[in-house]
């Protein structure tokens, strides 16, 4: 079966993964995956 994973590690997860893809996309001057990164990864992790 599968484990049960808890919402904020859940949220910490996601937030995470957009926020590094975020800053690789403002790396590699791509505005739409930045702002993805930036507007939705960053309030995710730090909620």
Same mark, same amino acid.
Request: no cysteine.
């Given at each position: 079966?599968?484990?049960?994973?808890?919402?904020? $590690? /859940?949220g *910490?997860t &996601?937030?995470?993964v /957009? $926020? !590094? !893809?975020?800053f &690789?996309?403002? #790396? #590699?001057? @791509? #505005? $739409?995956? @930045? /702002?993805v990164g930036?507007?939705?990864?960053i309030p *995710?992790?730090?909620g």
């Amino acid at each position: 079966m599968l484990r049960q994973f808890s919402l904020g $590690t /859940l949220g *910490l997860t &996601v937030g995470g993964v /957009l $926020t !590094i !893809i975020g800053f &690789v996309a403002y #790396a #590699a001057d @791509n #505005a $739409t995956l @930045n /702002l993805v990164g930036f507007f939705y990864g960053i309030p *995710l992790l730090l909620g």
